[in-house]
């Protein structure tokens, strides 16, 4: 997903474009003519995009742990 952002004068509006998990080439390419628009400047800001892998089966984060697992934040 590509996101940016298009400020107007006085407004403000997010925007956001869908990709396929194929389809990496042609979001960066969005991204690069959303850039150049910027520098021609158009009000574009905050050109970003995020991905989400498509076979997840949980929540991010860890779940399940080794019987060796001890992390601690602080190590003394």
């Known amino acids: 997903m590509v996101y940016w952002t298009m400020v107007e004068e006085t407004e403000t509006t997010p925007h ?5 998990t194929d389809a990496m080439v042609a979001a960066m390419g969005f991204m690069e003519e959303l850039r150049k628009r ?3 400047g158009e009000g574009v800001r905050f ?3 995020c991905s989400e892998h498509p ?3 949980g929540h991010p984060g ?3 742990t080794g019987p060796g ?3 601690k934040k602080r190590r003394r």
């Open 38 to 40: 910027q520098r021609a």
């Open 47 to 49: 050109v970003t995009m």
């Open 55 to 57: 076979d997840v089966v």
């Open 69 to 71: 697992y001890d992390w």
């Open 62 to 64: 860890v779940d399940v």
């Open 16 to 20: 956001a474009q869908a990709f396929g």
